[in-house]
């Protein structure tokens, strides 16, 4: 890899460490004031709000100034929404203002890798970038379990500045203050992302400017024969992975009577799962070859089904790793291939711009419709089944979609599949 991609590394997991660990913070800050639980499951959507809102923008903006520099806006935002929440601004406003931060940074995290590395390292450094995020993930979300908890919270609130009061007076304040630490060290990697050769392209003057190009940008990527599978099998991805953390919290407290504390260590197990089947992904599939996973997101619902009956933690600690690790095969090799794809219609912070708007959404729109069944009385085990089941549905309908095209249009589909294949070498 060149030099520069194991900076993006370090503080692609720092930033993403705190993320995670910010969210286990916020749920547990909900908890205790009494909000309802369908404010904890409200904390994804929230999260997805500015994804989807800035969607033309931040692209745009990601192509126009050396993207080291957006990913150290984009952390100093983070930070601010830190401070919010600790000012005592409600924890779904401030943690959308951490997500506005998440928005900006994404097309740059991804767009300089297309920048940086040749089409033939695409999948592996996907693998890479993928693996190690799943990792900060694991451990971010057991960072936080742990802050607030009882054994690391009355350490830090035992921590007092002299002569001044600081006002964090729980738990999850005291978590959150300390969260703010890693966000400080992502920025500090992001000042030392080297400078590309990338040309940089000036953002229109006129808003309007962006979002017809935008618009354009995501019919350009809906349109393409392989772009809109990959592009609809990552959204319904990371729609799913987005809200599997507060599933997955929601479960072990209804299946097992688990804390926020413990339940984290289940999150982590799931994601365990993601980083196995990302790397074994990143080392046995090409470009090429990423659409014969698209079964693997039909068996992924189906697990998410199967989960209800489980009331065993040394049942369910297996089962979630293999749930994900049929969601990490399935996404890093469809990842790379949306990548290509987008890189090859649209400049690289566009296409992932395009990407983010879609998955986002999904993110969004799945968060608001668990959220609601929540609000509307049903438990988090009719829940999960009935999410479980959309899953399955629209992974098979992705598939039979991909299916079609090679009935239809297979002239282009092999076309488009030789040029993968040719840039990979």
């Known amino acids: 890899m060149k030099k520069g991609f194991h900076t993006i590394m370090s503080a692609q997991f720092f930033s993403s460490l705190a993320d995670n660990a910010l969210f286990v913070a916020a749920v547990e800050l909900l908890r205790t004031s009494g909000a309802g639980e369908w404010q904890r499951a409200a904390l994804v959507p929230m999260f997805a709000l500015f994804y989807v809102i800035l969607a033309p923008f931040v692209g745009a903006f990601a192509d126009a100034i050396p993207k080291g520099r957006v ?192 339940a984290t260590t289940l999150v982590g197990v799931v994601t365990v799962g993601t980083a196995a089947g990302a790397v074994v992904a990143s080392m046995m599939m090409r470009l090429d070859r990423a659409t014969a996973t698209i079964p693997l997101g039909v068996g992924m619902g189906l697990l998410l089904v199967a989960m209800v009956f489980i009331d065993n933690v040394w049942v369910a600690a297996p089962f979630l790793i293999a749930m994900g690790a049929l969601g990490g095969f399935l996404v890093v090799p469809m990842n790379a291939l949306l990548q290509h794809r987008g890189h090859n219609l649209m400049g690289a912070g566009r296409s992932i711009a395009v990407q983010n708007f879609n998955e986002q959404a999904c993110i969004l729109a799945l968060g608001a419709f668990y959220a609601g069944m929540t609000r509307a009385g049903l438990s988090a085990f009719g829940a999960i089944t009935i999410f479980g089941l959309l899953v399955a549905g629209t992974m098979w309908a992705i598939g039979w979609w991909h299916r079609r095209n090679l009935v239809t249009d297979r002239a282009e589909v092999e076309r488009l599949l030789a040029i993968a294949r040719s840039d990979q070498h």
């Not at 007092?160 to 006002?167: M, S």
């Open 71 to 262: 990913m150290f806006i984009s952390n100093a935002i983070k930070i601010v929404g830190c401070l919010m929440m600790l000012a005592g601004v409600h924890p779904l406003m401030a943690y959308a203002v951490v997500g506005l931060g998440a928005a900006a940074y994404s097309p740059a995290k991804y767009g300089i890798l297309t920048e940086l590395l040749p089409p033939s390292q695409l999948v592996k450094a996907n693998g890479w970038i993928e693996g190690l995020t799943i990792a900060s993930i694991i451990l971010g979300v057991l960072l936080g379990g742990q802050l607030v908890g009882i054994h690391i919270a009355p350490h830090l609130l035992g921590l007092d500045l002299p002569l001044v009061d600081t006002g964090i007076d729980t738990p999850a304040e005291a978590a959150v203050t300390a969260i703010i630490v890693p966000y400080i060290v992502a920025t500090l990697f992001n000042l030392r992302i080297p400078r590309t050769d990338a040309e940089l392209q000036p953002m229109p003057a006129h808003p309007m400017v962006l979002v017809r190009d935008f618009s354009d940008c995501n019919a350009r990527l809906w349109n393409d024969k392989l772009g809109q599978i990959s592009l609809a099998t990552t959204t319904l991805f990371w729609g799913v992975g987005g809200n599997l953390r507060y599933i997955v919290l929601a479960w072990a407290a209804a299946a097992l009577g688990y804390s926020t504390t413990q």
